[in-house]
């Protein structure tokens, strides 16, 4: 997986920027970055605060943890099932 040159933090303060009326090419020229880039964050982003933020990243891993959980016990499950249904 790519690493990601801007953190979420940047890409908030570059939004900020465009908002403020700083042209895109401008921000995309200075920061080295693409137009498409751009509009891909502020599509992702687009009106968002560090703490709103900061709360989906939360809900995002607890997410992940919950679907890891599932996961787990479907599988034990199977395993119960196939053990359970097999003639001895």
């Keep these: 997986m790519k690493k ?3 953190t979420e933090s940047q890409i908030m303060q570059i939004l900020k920027q465009a908002e ?4 895109v090419a401008d921000l995309c020229r200075e920061y080295g970055m693409s137009t498409a880039s751009f509009y ?8 968002m605060d560090v703490a709103l933020l900061s709360e989906m990243k939360a809900m995002a891993e607890e997410n992940k943890r919950l679907k890891r959980m599932y996961a787990e016990s479907q599988m034990q ?3 119960l099932k196939e053990a359970l249904g097999k003639k001895w």
């Design 4 to 6: 990601q040159r801007f």
């Design 40 to 47: 891909k964050w502020r599509s992702k982003y687009g009106g």
């Design 77 to 79: 499950n199977e395993l």
């Design 20 to 23: 403020g009326g700083v042209p």
